[in-house]
């Protein structure tokens, strides 16, 4: 079983930067993509990026210019760079990888970006 576990969360004022990391317990194989979700209060789960096993990134058109996945397979790890964040970017931000008919998700990063 893998693990994804989430950190670079905080509170941060807009305009600001923050960056995601998600790292995975072990090596995974076959993997179709890596990608970041996020869930606002009252909201559902939408995908904010993600990353082919190829290396083609994909961003939802409301953070696009400001957002920036990038994975390092040395270390099992993907990133997500943040920056000009605003207010509505508040949300909690979920790793998910999938690989061959398993989905991986982990527990979740609470951002909060104040006015």
């Known amino acids: 079983q893998v693990q994804l576990v989430e950190s670079g969360g905080g509170s941060v004022q807009a305009g600001g930067s923050l960056r995601l990391s998600c790292a995975a317990s072990?090596?995974?194989?076959?993997?179709?993509?890596w990608g970041w979700y996020r869930q606002a209060p009252g909201k559902q789960r939408e995908l904010v990026a993600d990353i082919t096993g190829g290396g083609r990134t994909n961003y939802a058109d409301s953070v696009k210019g400001r957002f920036s996945i990038s994975r390092d397979y040395s270390k099992n790890t993907v990133y997500l760079q943040m920056t000009s964040l605003k207010p509505e970017d508040t949300a909690d931000y979920y790793c998910?990888?999938?690989?061959?008919?398993?989905?991986?998700w982990g527990q979740g990063t609470q951002v909060t970006v104040s006015s």
């Open positions: 998910h990888v999938r690989a061959s008919s398993t989905n991986y």
């Open positions: 072990r090596s995974i194989f076959s993997i179709n993509a």
